[in-house]
């Protein structure tokens, strides 16, 4: 394959809240398939992104979006329709692993991933009768945004209404007390656990993006079962939800029996050189510009079922 021949769109920035996030992962991949010797071109998303694409004759998309329009299915969507090969998940994984909720109602019959009790709430519908305290979070959100740990009654309220400015649906969960951790997976083979380590005690907004605020340990300082546990529930979100290329599925250490609880799984995680994934891949000897291109590599799109 010529490289230089097949121009590659990283798309960047687009509508969301992760928007700036977004555009540290673009550069960061924009730089890397440079480097290998792609021809490359960083595109900010926004609504002209069509036009965008044909104006810069792109063949195939590294999307390094973050949030809504971009890890929902939504670009992977037009992308489809336009015939255009992209990177990670196709359309269904991307919508179902951005919706929290959705995420863990598949999974749920599935035992190795062990999962925190929940409720969902809308506007209008009696409070959550979990028992305090309780982590409520948007049901279609990511980075943290939006999230909040309710110690107390009086918070509960105000705590759904801040997740209610980010989607309709809110989800309630059981505060689990833990360690937490992530695993990177990559065409469904778990790389090694991170562990996370912030200095507030919470891996909130913050303390992902502001440097000196968390410590990583690669490979996590866990016990072997517990390593063992999570990257076998990480692979089985993954093989469940459908994903593709590079996905990354975040837990906590249950401090009462140390059991990796699952909270997610993300399928465009943030990808630049410090970022955790290619920390994880650092540690099997591939390199951030290895692994880049491979996801690059990885990149496809359904054939039609219809001729036009």
Same mark, same amino acid.
């Given at each position: ?35 290998? $010797?792609?021809? =490359?071109?960083?595109?900010?998303? +926004?609504?002209?992104?069509?036009? %965008?694409?044909? #104006? &810069?004759?792109?063949? /195939? ?28 998940? $196709?359309?269904? =994984?991307?919508?179902?692993?951005? +919706?929290?909720?959705?995420?863990? %109602?598949?999974? #749920? &019959?599935?035992?190795? /991933? ?195």
């Amino acid at each position: 394959m010529d490289k230089a021949k097949v121009r590659v769109g990283v798309l960047m920035g687009g509508l969301s809240a992760e928007r700036e996030i977004s555009l540290k992962t673009g550069a960061g991949v924009l730089g890397a398939l440079q480097e290998r $010797g792609w021809n =490359a071109v960083g595109i900010d998303v +926004d609504r002209s992104l069509p036009q %965008r694409l044909i #104006a &810069e004759k792109v063949d /195939v998309v590294w999307i390094a979006l973050h949030g809504r329009f971009g890890e929902d299915g939504c670009v992977q969507g037009l992308l489809e329709v336009m015939g255009i090969p992209y990177t990670g998940s $196709g359309v269904r =994984a991307s919508a179902v692993a951005m +919706d929290k909720v959705s995420t863990k %109602r598949a999974l #749920a &019959e599935f035992p190795e /991933v062990v999962m925190a009790r929940d409720s969902v709430w809308r506007a209008g519908s009696p409070l959550p009768a979990l028992k305090l305290p309780l982590v409520v979070k948007p049901g279609n959100c990511g980075s943290t945004i939006g999230i909040t740990i309710v110690h107390r009654q009086e918070e509960l309220a105000p705590a759904l209404n801040a997740a209610l400015a980010f989607d309709e649906e809110v989800l309630v969960e059981e505060f689990i007390e833990g360690d937490e951790i992530t695993v990177a997976v990559v065409d469904g083979r778990a790389l090694p656990v991170v562990g996370i380590v912030p200095e507030s005690g919470f891996f909130d907004f913050e303390a992902k993006y502001t440097k000196g605020k968390t410590r990583y340990e690669c490979p996590a300082k866990i016990a072997d079962g517990a390593s063992k546990h999570a990257r076998t529930a990480a692979e089985r979100a993954f093989q469940v939800l459908g994903c593709l290329g590079l996905a990354r599925a975040d837990f906590i250490i249950r401090r009462s029996d140390g059991i990796p609880v699952f909270l997610e799984i993300n399928t465009i995680p943030g990808m630049t050189a410090t970022s955790l994934s290619p920390m994880a891949a650092a540690v099997e000897g591939m390199s951030y510009p290895e692994l880049v291109e491979r996801i690059l590599l990885s990149a496809h799109c359904m054939s039609p079922d219809v001729e036009v």
